[in-house]
């Protein structure tokens, strides 16, 4: 007969993996759903303003890097099939430290899950159709952010947070509104 507490040891060294495997899914889903919704309710090149002079809807294709670095490269299809060997590379790398790491619900595991939902969307992109569908327009003031998308949100959420965690002292809980 198992004791309660045996019980409890054991089901909390259960692995995490299938949740953080569950967030990068979700992310794909939304970011797959979102790019769909986008090409099926906004012409290529227009917007759709949602708070006037701040934030639209567009939809643009990005067949570059982050911020459309290398898009207007002389060697396009080079470029493509480099960002698809990296972001391939660099998502075969983030599932294996999720692997290695996904005993627990931590600020790196979840921010390594964000940020292989992210690679996998926009790789499915420029593998499927050579570019990435971007929607998100921000301007602040007279600056106009480039266009991104949910995939590119949840890698700079997840880049965030991997900062934010190793940043964090060890040891030391995050502040609470009683300590804050």
């Known amino acids: 007969m198992t ?14 993996l299938p949740w953080l495997l569950l967030i990068s899914l979700a992310v794909v889903a ?12 906004i012409e290529l ?3 759709i303003p949602v708070i006037p002079r701040v934030f639209r809807l567009t939809h ?14 002389a060697s396009p299809e080079h470029v493509r099939w480099a960002l698809i060997a990296f972001s391939t590379a660099a998502a075969l790398a983030v599932l294996i ?7 627990a619900l931590t600020p790196t595991t979840v921010a390594l899950a964000l940020v292989l939902g ?15 569908v971007d929607f998100l ?9 480039p266009d991104f998308n949910v995939a590119d949100s949840a890698i700079v959420t997840g880049a965030c947070l991997l900062m934010l965690d190793a940043l964090w002292p060890r040891g030391t809980a995050a502040p609470t509104e009683e300590t804050a």
């Open 137 to 145: 327009e921000v301007h602040i003031f007279s600056y106009h952010w």
């Open 45 to 47: 090149a227009q917007a």
């Open 118 to 132: 992210g690679a996998i969307g926009n790789d499915y992109d420029r593998i499927r159709y050579a570019s990435v």
């Open 97 to 103: 430290a999720l692997i290695v790491m996904g005993k």
């Open 60 to 73: 643009v294709l990005n067949d570059g890097a982050a911020f459309s670095l290398f898009a207007d490269s």
């Open 3 to 16: 004791s309660h507490s045996t019980l409890h040891t054991s089901h909390s060294r259960a692995s995490r």
């Open 30 to 41: 939304l970011d797959r759903w979102s790019k769909d919704w986008i090409k099926a309710h």
